[in-house]
């Protein structure tokens, strides 16, 4: 289940919410049964016809009701958050030629170590779009 909601604000800006709810069950006796809320936001820019920027964010919580960290079940159930975040920047030097700026956050913790990351990933490049 998901709500979305999305605002412009004139021609060359518009920012927008979400927020979802996502129940899974797996066919293994339940142990991966989880229900995830998601919590995201989004924003667009283009102040010309030549730059765009975009920023956008999604939390995510999760419960295991069944899952223990560790399959150990003195360890407590498992637990786990996730982070995601994006930023990109271009600037159109002819109608199909660009050069862009990327930057992608994703930040995920637990309590079961196996499943606990940081990545970081940077771009600059150039793209042709046909």
Do not use: C
Request: no cysteine; glycine share 6%; net charge neutral.
């Amino acid at each position: 289940l998901t709500l979305r909601a999305r605002q412009r604000l004139g021609r060359s800006m518009w920012f927008g919410f979400d927020v979802q709810r996502t129940e899974r069950t797996d066919q293994y006796v339940g142990y991966y049964d989880y229900s995830r809320d998601s919590f995201g936001a989004e924003f667009h820019w283009s102040p010309g016809y030549r730059f765009d920027f975009e920023i956008s964010g999604v939390y995510r919580l999760y419960d295991f009701p069944n899952a223990f960290a560790f399959h150990e079940p003195t360890a407590g159930t498992r637990t786990q958050e996730s982070f995601n975040a994006e930023l990109l920047a271009s600037y159109r030097i002819t109608p199909r030629l660009s050069i862009f700026a990327e930057a992608k956050l994703r930040e995920r913790t637990s309590n079961d170590l196996r499943i606990q990351y940081d990545r970081n990933q940077y771009a600059i490049g150039v793209r042709w779009e046909q």
